[in-house]
Each structure stands twice: as C-alpha cells, then as structure tokens.
C-alpha cells in the first residue's frame, strides 16, 4: 500500500487588504443603467454623464480595485425592484399573497402575488381580523413555498399546519396579471432599468464602490435570472437547514461525510454531480467508484483523531487537500475540506482525475483545470471566476504561458499563480482553434505519456501567444473564448483600384476578417447595408452605432505580423485612408465581454478607391 498526498492541490483564496485604501469622496447618483455584468455597473445620469462602479454581490466573492490588484470586501446592499409574469413561478418559491380566506381553507379576490428573495422561509398565514364565523371570509396574507404551477392553477405548502389546518392551497391566479418582486441580487438588472437611489465611495485608487442600491425595472420579465446557488436554495428550500453531527449522503458519483445541515448537503451534490457531469463528458470518462469527501463545517463536531492532522490545518485555514490511496488493483480518493463549496469544487476535481486516469497531470495543468472545473455550469462557457480574480488579471501584467506553466507561485502568493493557471487553461479548452489539441495534450498529461505543451502547440506558437494576450486585454466576466476567437484560415489579398470584396460582419463576434489586405496610404470606400441588435432592448442598430458611446457602429482594426493597431471608426459610409499596411478586420463595437446577447449581421462592401 501507498498513500500519495497532494501538498500542491491546496485551494487559496485571495487575501482582503481592506487597510491599503482610503475614501477619498462619497458619490449619490441617480439615472438609468446603461449596461450591469459581473462586478460592473455602469449608470448615466440625467446631464449625460456615464459613471462606471464597481459592485460587490456576494460576501464570499470579493471585487478586486482596478489597477492595483487589491481586493476588497464591500458588499453592497441591493434592493431590485420589478414584475415578474406568473408563468415564472416553479416549485421551491416562497410567496406572499394578499387574498380573502376562510379557515377551510379556500380563497378569492386575490389582489396581490408577491415573490420573495430566494433563500426566504415561508412563515404561514396571518389574518388581518379573524373570520366572523366558519366558513367566512377575512382578509389574510399567506406566506408559502410554490409546490406547482398548472395553468392559472397555483398549489401552495406550509411549513406547518396553519390555523385552517391545512398544509397545502390551491388558488387560481388567472386574474394575476403580474408578481411584484424585491430582490437583493442584481441579475435581472438591464440596460434602461431606473436607478432610484445610489450611494458610493470614491477611493484612493480612483475606483467607486457601490455601497447602497434601489433599482427598478423597467417591463415585466418573464425570467427571474436566478444565480445558480440561488436556484439550488429553490430547489432545496424544502429540506431542514439546521446545524447536525457529522453524517453521509451519497450521490451518484460522491459519498460525502459532512456536518452541513441536510439542505446545504443536498446544494453542495447537486453542484458536485453537475460538475462531475460536466468534467466527465469533457474527457469522455467517468469514475468507476465514488469520490470521498469530508467536508467540515465545525471541527468541533468531529473526533479530530479520525483526521489527518495535515487536514485539520487546511480546514482551520478555510481550505482543503485530496488523498490519493491505493492498495493492490484497489484505489480511493479523499477529499477533506473547509465547507465553502469552491474549494470542495476544486479538490473534487484532482479525486476525479485521480481514479478516472490515475493522475493529474504537470501542477499548473492540474490547477488550472481543477479551477475550469469548479466554475464550469451547463451550458456556459463565459468567464464567471470570481471577480477578484478576474480584476487582478484584467490589471496585471501579462505573464507567458511558459511562467505558468513553471512557477509555483506569481508574485509570491499561489493564488496568483491559481488564477494565470487558470486563464491558459480557460482559453485553450474553449477556443475552438485549439481545444481538440489541448483535450489530446491533458489526456495524455494525466494518464502520464509524453506529454510536451511546448512541442504540442509549436506549429501554432505565435497564434496561441496572440489569441491568448488578446483574451487577457478583453478579459471580464461573460466573456466567451469561442466568440472572440480568431478566424486564421480566411486568406487576405490585395485588391486593384476600381475592385470591390464583399464580405458579412455577425454582431455577436469579435474581431472577423474582411478578405482584404489594404495597402498603406490607399484610400477604400466602405459601405455597410443592414443592421443588428446589440442588447435585448436595442435593436434595429446600423452601422453608425446609437447613443453618445455609438455602441454597435461598425469599426476596424489592421493587424500586421500578429500585432493589432488603434481600432478606427467607419459607420454606414466612409472613404477611409490606411494608415499602414496590414489586414483589415471588422467588427460590431461592442464590449467584447457582452456579445453573447447580440445578433443580426451587416453586408459590407469594401472598394478601392485609388
């Protein structure tokens, strides 16, 4: 027998550096939302002046200060109001309604449905007077979780027997029109929205931090745009969330040994088989036997005699390893961990790759991938790393891929060097140019074969280096590899004076060929028939653009030898001069981390004028 543990595969979170900042001045705006996604929120106010924020949603995911690489905690207290249409109702909601019942149970002139914050308990019934006699009608307000939606036929359940005795209702809601709603997450926030009521903080590094939020909606939405955690509290609402000894609850592919209560047992497998699901269908394999997993809440729950004493220092510092055992043809992989589901995530990931191909493959490999893993979702393959993450990236200097793949650690904290594993590793699995060689490279990496990243990718050396630093310019939340990627097989030629190319231009892609290979100082004309919809609520765009910022004009870029140039204005018409020689791309302009939503294409014609 033989006992491998994995020093290397402890998860770290970036450090909170809360005393490094100072306010500098205190911010209360009022306007419409221009644009809301991932830790930005960008307002402009009634002179026309577009204020770009930052905004911390969850207290677990802190947001990192531009230009400094230091992040902060500083949760802001939301407030989202809007109405929702009924069909948006599924089992798991708690809602409150206004209604006239009796103490058998039936009710009528129902006058308001109100959908609570996700992870809100229902409390039962409150009657504003009791009911005359039995039978009769009073005015109450019940508080109650969803358990179907038939049509206009809304059953509801108590979390206990109510004063009518009964532990379900069924109303009909066809005269409900909408639901109103106060939420405290910012997912359903859109471009137009009005923003009631802000309050920020200016601080010494020039970012401005949300600290207070009121919104309200513009329309009804027929989708509540729930984060994942936030459907899993729905989806688990029903089970008991109070603290228990240390008990286990197996799932198809996890045997899990935890003190969580039973409804953040359930949420933390549903997320563990999602991403087993998802990682098994990436590599095309999937363990023959359940991974082990111990995760503690409270150590004090538990017989410490029972743990690795290695352990119980990771789980003291909120983190985790995995143990890898193997005993003749026999082997078992062990998870011990802090109960915060990211880090189980990850080190769920290293037991995975451990029993499916008896390894991990290089470090910087076997991180980078355990991160992809724990923030992959069905589906979605946007950037949705935490913010912190994704702003120290965003803001830090660009570090080669050979630096990654040989550092332990960057700047001398590992977490740094989690999070640049992680970006290589993000762009080679999503880009399409390069995901076949890198799926072939990790296979062969972890079942220990010669496995060179160097000599796999040499012949696309230059195009990785390039699509990788362009990645890492753009870099934000929502932003998709495969849509920025880069079209390497579409030739460019010159064309002679008095010649025209015609080419199409997709509104939800980034930078895309036009054919032509220009030549310095020559003049082109430039034509663009159509137009395109650049967020759900802006459509019908040309090629000018729209508003002060001219979001969805068309624009061009010339690259030469791998290197781009300035990006330049064109609209509908123009007779354009090269500045240099190179090849011509076009694109819609647009926050390249915000094309997901666009769509619609532009004709283009390109003539040489002279």
């Not at 009964?166 to 471009?191: N, P, W, Y």
């Not at 995530?345 to 893993?373: I, K, N, R, S």
């Amino acid at each position: 027998m033989w006992l491998l543990i994995c020093p290397a595969f402890f998860h770290s979170r970036p450090v909170i550096a809360q005393n490094e900042i100072n306010s500098v001045r205190e911010l209360a705006i009022q306007g419409t939302v221009e644009a809301c996604y991932g830790d930005r929120l960008l307002v402009t106010d009634a002179d026309g002046k577009t204020t770009e924020l930052l905004i911390q949603t969850d207290p677990l995911k802190p947001i990192m200060l531009r230009g400094n690489s230091i992040p902060l905690n500083a949760t802001a207290r939301i407030r989202v109001q809007g109405k929702l249409a009924p069909s948006a109702l599924v089992p798991g909601m708690v809602v409150e309604v206004v209604c006239d019942l009796n103490n058998r149970g039936k009710a009528e002139n129902i006058q308001l449905v109100r959908l609570a914050s996700p992870g809100a308990l229902a409390t039962g019934v409150a009657f504003e007077s009791e009911p005359a006699s039995n039978g009769d009608f009073a005015r109450a307000t019940l508080s109650a979780m969803v358990k179907s939606l038939n049509g206009s036929k809304l059953t509801l359940v108590f979390p206990e027997p109510t004063e009518f005795r009964q532990t379900s209702l069924s109303l009909d809601i066809s005269g409900v029109k909408e639901i109103e709603f106060i939420f405290d997450c910012t997912g359903m926030i859109r471009k137009g929205d009005i923003v009631q009521a802000l309050s920020a903080t200016e601080v010494s590094t020039g970012d401005i931090v949300v600290r207070d939020l009121d919104v309200a909606l513009v329309g009804q939405r027929t989708d509540p745009c729930l984060t994942v955690d936030q459907k899993l509290q729905i989806k688990y609402a029903h089970l008991p969330n109070d603290p228990r000894a240390p008990l286990d609850e197996r799932s198809r592919h996890f045997v899990l040994r935890t003190d969580l209560s039973e409804q953040r047992a359930a949420i933390l497998l549903d997320k563990l088989e999602t991403m087993a699901e998802l990682i098994g269908d990436y590599y095309g394999r999937r363990p023959s036997q359940p991974i082990q997993c111990v995760v503690i809440s409270n150590l004090s729950n538990w017989n410490l005699d029972e743990l690795p004493e290695r352990a119980i220092t990771k789980i003291r510092a909120g983190e985790g390893m995995t143990v890898y055992e193997r005993m003749g043809q026999q082997q078992n992989s062990v998870v011990f961990s802090a109960a915060d589901d990211n880090v189980v995530q990850h080190e769920a990931v290293h037991g995975f790759c451990f029993l499916v191909f008896d390894g991990t493959g290089p470090l910087w490999y076997a991180e980078g991938m355990a991160e992809v893993g724990r923030f992959w979702e069905p589906g979605n393959t946007a950037v949705n790393a935490d913010p912190a993450i994704v702003g120290y990236l965003r803001d830090s200097e660009i570090q080669p891929a050979p630096n990654i793949i040989n550092a332990a650690t960057i700047d001398g904290e590992l977490w740094k060097a989690y999070a640049w594993r992680w970006v290589l590793c993000h762009v080679l699995a999503n880009n399409p140019n390069y995901a076949k060689r890198f799926h072939k490279f990790g296979l062969q990496a972890m079942a220990s074969k010669n496995a060179d990243f160097e000599k796999t990718f040499s012949d696309v050396a230059k195009q990785v280096n390039f699509e990788y630093k362009h990645f890492l310019n753009n870099l934000d939340s929502g932003l998709r590899a495969d849509l920025i990627a880069w079209d390497w097989t579409t030739p460019a030629k010159p064309i002679n004076a008095g010649r025209l190319a015609k080419i199409t231009i997709q509104a939800n892609r980034g930078w895309q060929p036009s054919g032509v290979a220009v030549e310095g100082s020559a003049v082109y004309e430039i034509t663009a028939e159509g137009t395109w919809q650049i967020d759900e609520l802006t459509k019908n765009v040309d090629a000018n653009g729209t508003g002060s910022s001219r979001r969805g004009e068309l624009v061009g870029v010339l690259m030469n030898d791998f290197q781009l140039g300035e990006e330049f204005e064109l609209g509908t018409k123009t007779n354009w001069t090269a500045p240099a020689s190179g090849v011509l791309y076009l694109r819609c302009r647009e926050t390249m981390a915000t094309l997901a939503d666009n769509s619609g294409s532009m004709s283009v014609e390109i003539k040489r004028s002279k």
